[in-house]
């Protein structure tokens, strides 16, 4: 099944590039490596402000952490074309805005982890690194980059 | 002298490959390049817990560090099929679990710093990132991922 | 126009490289990529230290960003030979030693990423990730790792 049809399936829509904020673009290609910036969580199209273990909990952090995956799916659609060439995610980071005891990052880090492979099968199979930061741009409560590989 | 030889004479035991706690793999390989994950720093199987700066003095840092290496070269040694494939260690993030006053987290990071060097020789001249996060899943006091080139 | 002539007319005056601190190098080549380690910002030859939302304004932290920028530049000439072979800056990481409340990382990051541009033209726009760290060794107020891709 194309990625496409999957996208479509899950009922999820992809975001345009978003312009970036500052002097720096969205992906960089290197060989058959695409380097994503890291990507916000946002809810209606702004910041999802907040920080684990306060306002936000896993649940919603969760649900955070997806939104910012399929904001990175929609960096790769624009960086690799068409995203059946993209052969593997590699690699995310997934940081997670948390309070001083909140020890849940790895749970937060699920709603990316578990939408890729959805969504990618086993191209989506990932290494990752996910941990508690002590603050994100604009206050939002994810952060999440990544490194594909297209054919 | 063999990397195995090398693991012997320092009385360094490899891990069996840990299965992952969720939607991701322990490494991808892409091109010559392995990518592993965030490995949590472990005491008798379980994660060390704790912050540097609070319960955990640097000297006891050092050895989560250096515990932590020892599983990524079980994860390595995974990946690569055998250790004296692995041409270079090129690339460690060390995330230590910090105390807002804490400041010594290179010191933390020399405790597996030191051990890649010892089993890898040159190859195991790396660059390398450290510093000092708000918390780590489980509240373990060091997470360490690594990237490896191979034959 | 050289990188070289864009740095005289900047009037940059790249560093020595420095040796490390401990056991890991200040780069790593793997095929066409240079990984270079955390570089601290630095003033008059000392860590920059301070945290951003206590002592450290934005501005001062955007200064500081472009101070370690300036050290990676001096870094990727001694790794590449000739900075005129560096194909593409690819990826930056930025961490800002921040108060819990402070949520301008992006702003600071703006420091190394406008003076990448500056020298290296188109080259030198690069995918970034930044955001606030808990600690930074030696307590410096910013840290700054890259990915570089030379010919």
Redesign the interface.
């Given at each position: 099944m194309s990625v496409y049809d999957k996208l479509k399936q899950l009922d999820i829509v992809l975001p345009p590039l978003t312009a970036p904020?500052?002097?720096?673009?969205?992906?960089?290609r290197?060989?058959?490596?695409l380097?994503?910036?890291?990507h916000l969580a946002k809810r209606a199209g702004k910041p999802w402000v907040g920080q684990l273990g306060v306002q936000i909990t896993t649940a919603d952090g969760k649900q955070a952490a997806r939104n910012a995956a399929i904001d990175l799916i929609g960096t790769l659609h624009a960086a690799a074309g068409n995203l059946d060439t993209v052969s593997?995610?590699?690699?995310?980071?997934i940081?997670v805005n948390?309070?001083?005891?909140?020890?849940?990052?790895?749970?937060v880090?699920?709603g990316a982890?578990?939408l890729?492979?959805e969504v990618f099968g086993d191209a989506g199979?990932?290494?990752?690194?996910?941990?508690?930061?002590?603050?994100?741009?604009?206050?939002s409560c994810v952060?999440i980059?990544l490194?594909a590989?297209v054919k």
């Open positions: 904020v500052a002097a720096f673009v969205p992906f960089v290197t060989g058959n490596l380097f994503l910036s890291g593997r995610i590699v690699k995310l980071m940081l948390s309070a001083p005891g909140y020890t849940e990052q790895h749970l880090a699920n982890s578990e890729l492979v199979a990932h290494a990752r690194t996910s941990y508690g930061v002590a603050q994100i741009p604009f206050g952060e980059d490194i590989e």
